[in-house]
């Protein structure tokens, strides 16, 4: 029986994430009105701000009609219009800490269940013209990866109203009697997650971070395999069935940007992603985006915090800036801001090990101060985000420690590879590109408050210990 006038309110149940909601129902002299979903309120009460984008109705005609288990890869939210049911469900979902177990329960139209995605929905009419209602997150298509879970499996003990042996074939499909029993089923694998730029310095240590073992799926495609500026992008892939975007292309050529490269920097670091922020909005995925210390023009005499201002010197920090801006239109999106990249390719302490092994004695900057970020720990960073999930926003991840100049760096790593620090001469910026026309200016402040990411729970090692590591394992 329906109960009229009930507050909107959410009841757990044995599934995780399965949420039966109380709806509020209007009676009058006519009927009675009922707000079916209403994003605003729903989301307030506790449920999933799932973004339907498909309604479904089947008619029942008659009383006894039963349909399921199915479990498609969306999320759904199921009521009735009129009429009533009894609603049953199956978890089927890989990982799942309530993988197998079952939940039921009555749905009239003051009831409505909010469905996760990889459980397997069935329902049983329970008066005859029983208009049953689905929303669900993703269209329709025969391509999707499907599971589904006999409805009389005995390992389910689904107490249907009306036992299944008594039902004709106008109450049960041949294809809903034949599907297998749980002990048989291949289980609906998460959304994935999708990594760009994976052959870049980072991209190579968040296949490290996110391997297949623990993350089913994630996909790490290089810049031939998926281009961020492709115009395309926003059917290149299922995007319904994934997660999140890391992304970790970008054009990093900071002098060459400024020249040669400067239509590529804009194309890669802005429009690249911007293109990926519109795909992050239309299909609810959190984008993380990786940006640097060259946002700032390096003129602070303090650390700089998140929410210092934009003052980009060269092209390269100007895309980037605007790279930030774009990603920020993503309602869900983390932006990590680090500095003086090191890790698996070219990069400023591989060009000093091997001018020490050259035997060269290099002039190098002493007026730039930063601090040295190993891809390792963004990587190890950029899975703490995603699986911790603080507020979106946008946050400083680098190592710790005293920040240095390039020059103490590059003295580091010659004492490290066994040469002499002296071999090192410090010079100032100016001085150095004096004789390089067409080259970048750069930031001399590129201290970074990470504060912020320490306070939801991660903290980068220091950038010594990282360095003395990473000498360990250099080839030479
Ligand atoms: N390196 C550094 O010192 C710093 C880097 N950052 C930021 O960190 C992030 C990672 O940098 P890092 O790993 O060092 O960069 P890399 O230059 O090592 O890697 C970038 C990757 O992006 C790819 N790429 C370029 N254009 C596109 C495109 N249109 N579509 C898809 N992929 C593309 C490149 O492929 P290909 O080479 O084939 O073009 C490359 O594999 C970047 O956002 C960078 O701006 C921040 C601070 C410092
Ligand atoms: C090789 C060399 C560099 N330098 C200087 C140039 C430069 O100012 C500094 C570091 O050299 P790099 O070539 O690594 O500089 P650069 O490419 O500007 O590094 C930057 O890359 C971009 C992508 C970022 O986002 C930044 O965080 C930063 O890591 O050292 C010397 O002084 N002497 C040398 O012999």
Not at 35 to 48: C, D, F, H, T
Not at 70 to 93: I, N, Y
Not at 205 to 212: G, H, N
Not at 288 to 293: I, K, P, Y
Request: charged share 20%; with cysteine; net charge negative.
């Amino acid at each position: 029986m329906t109960e009229y006038r009930k507050p909107l309110a959410t009841r757990a149940t044995p599934i995780d994430g399965l949420v039966i909601v109380d709806l509020t129902v209007h009676p009058d002299n006519r009927g009675w009105f009922k707000e079916n979903w209403q994003r605003e309120k729903m989301v307030a009460a506790g449920i999933p701000d799932f973004g339907p984008v498909q309604n479904n109705m089947s008619f029942n005609a008659e009383a006894g009609i039963t349909r399921g288990l199915h479990a498609e890869p969306w999320d759904k939210f199921v009521s009735v219009a009129t009429g009533a049911v009894f609603g049953a469900w199956c978890d089927l979902r890989a990982g799942s800490p309530t993988y197998g177990q079952v939940a039921t329960t009555t749905i009239t139209p003051d009831v409505a269940v909010y469905v996760p995605r990889g459980v397997a929905n069935g329902f049983q009419a329970l008066e005859d013209g029983t208009a049953y209602s689905y929303l669900v997150n993703d269209h329709w298509s025969p391509d999707a990866e499907y599971a589904f879970v006999n409805l009389a499996d005995p390992a389910l003990g689904i107490d249907w109203p009306l036992p299944l042996t008594d039902l004709s074939d106008t109450h049960l499909s041949d294809k809903d009697r034949a599907h297998p029993p749980l002990a048989e089923v291949v289980p609906i694998a998460p959304r994935r997650i999708l990594v760009t730029g994976a052959a870049g310095q980072l991209g190579t240590a968040l296949r490290d971070a996110f391997p297949e073992a623990e993350f089913p799926g994630v996909e790490f495609v290089t810049h031939a395999e998926l281009d961020i500026t492709d115009p395309q992008l926003a059917t290149a892939r299922p995007w319904r069935q994934y997660t999140a975007i890391v992304n970790a292309a970008a054009y990093t050529a900071v002098d060459a940007a400024e020249t040669t490269g400067r239509q590529a920097s804009w194309a890669v670091n802005a429009a690249g992603v911007a293109n990926l922020a519109r795909v992050a909005a239309e299909f609810g995925l959190t984008l993380v985006h990786v940006s640097s210390d060259y946002v700032y023009d390096g003129a602070s005499t303090d650390a700089y915090r998140e929410d210092a201002p934009l003052a980009p010197l060269g092209v390269y920090g100007q895309t980037k800036a605007a790279g930030d801006l774009a990603a920020a239109t993503a309602p869900r999106h983390y932006i990590v801001r680090t500095s003086w990249v090191i890790g698996d390719g070219a990069n400023f302490v591989n060009t000093m090990a091997s001018l020490a092994d050259r035997g060269i004695a290099p002039q190098v900057v002493d007026d730039q101060i930063g601090r040295p970020t190993f891809t390792r720990d963004i990587a190890a960073g950029i899975r703490h985000l995603l699986e911790t999930r603080p507020e979106y926003g946008v946050y400083h991840l680098t190592n710790t420690g005293e920040p240095a100049s390039w020059a103490e760096v590059a003295r580091e790593v010659y004492t490290g590879v066994g040469a002499s620090a002296d071999a090192v001469t410090g010079v100032s910026t100016a001085a150095y590109f004096e004789d390089k026309p067409g080259t970048s200016p750069r930031p001399l402040n590129s201290v970074l408050e990470v504060d912020k990411l320490t306070h939801t729970g991660f903290t980068a090692p220091s950038w010594r210990d990282r360095l003395t590591e990473y000498l360990k394992g250099l080839s030479r």
